[in-house]
């Protein structure tokens, strides 16, 4: 079934409605190598739309878990913050076998992250990498606070480089501004963009020669929409 087929039905005493056919298929083999970076880049960026203006497409996971069962060819790989207010296949209206999905408090990238990243592009053929950040980010905050906790300590410090970057700011420098926490998120972004092609030879060559692109965006927690920079 076609997510753009639709049925429409009219409730007792009501106004006609046209509601979407759940969709059952998965991507194929053939479907996937007929993508480019760019239409999976649209491709997200009217997912998201749709999932802004609560237009989400029903899908039958039942029978999407049962086809992709033998394989999988997703689209893309993103690279989210661990936040639960970020549901990432929903964000930009994706089901079963459409997304790989890597989530790290901060959306760093480590020696696991890029593995993961490699075997999202190299060997399973996806097109596209968006480091997805977020506002509000609390990974973000405690690194611009210097937090001091367990293992969060270490992991802060990936993201510490950003902080010290901005130390020309004017303004105050602490997790209750949301200017300059807003700066670090973007920056934070960047900066992982940045390490994905420095520290991975394959993805970099992958990008070099039009296979894949990898991109940033921030989602806004007040409304859902990403901006993608």
Not at 31 to 57: C, H
Not at 136 to 155: E, P
Not at 195 to 201: A, K, L, T, V, Y
């Amino acid at each position: 079934m076609n997510k753009n087929t639709k049925l429409t039905y009219c409730p007792e005493g009501g106004q006609e409605k046209d509601i979407k056919l759940l969709v059952e298929k998965v991507l194929t083999a053939e479907e996937q190598a007929q993508l480019t970076p760019d239409s999976v880049i649209e491709s997200l960026k009217d997912g998201n739309r749709r999932f802004v203006s609560n237009d989400l497409t029903a899908r039958d996971h039942t029978v999407q878990i049962r086809k992709a069962t033998n394989g999988q060819y997703p689209k893309a790989v993103i690279l989210s913050c661990l936040d639960s207010r970020i549901p990432v296949e929903d964000v930009f209206d994706k089901g079963i076998g459409d997304l790989f999905v890597a989530r790290v408090a901060g959306n760093f990238v480590n020696e696991d992250i890029l593995g993961s990243m490699e075997f999202g592009c190299k060997v399973a053929g996806s097109k596209l990498i968006l480091v997805l950040g977020h506002e509000h980010c609390g990974a973000v905050k405690a690194a611009v606070d210097n937090v001091k906790l367990g293992n969060i300590t270490a992991m802060l410090t990936k993201i510490r480089p950003v902080v010290e970057q901005l130390s020309h700011y004017e303004g105050d420098k602490s997790s209750s501004n949301p200017e300059f926490v807003h700066m670090v998120c973007e920056q934070n972004v960047r900066k992982t963009i940045n390490d994905i092609r420095q520290n991975s030879p394959i993805l970099k060559e992958m990008e070099d020669k039009g296979e894949i692109k990898i991109i940033g965006g921030v989602y806004d927690m007040d409304t859902g929409k990403v901006d993608f920079l």
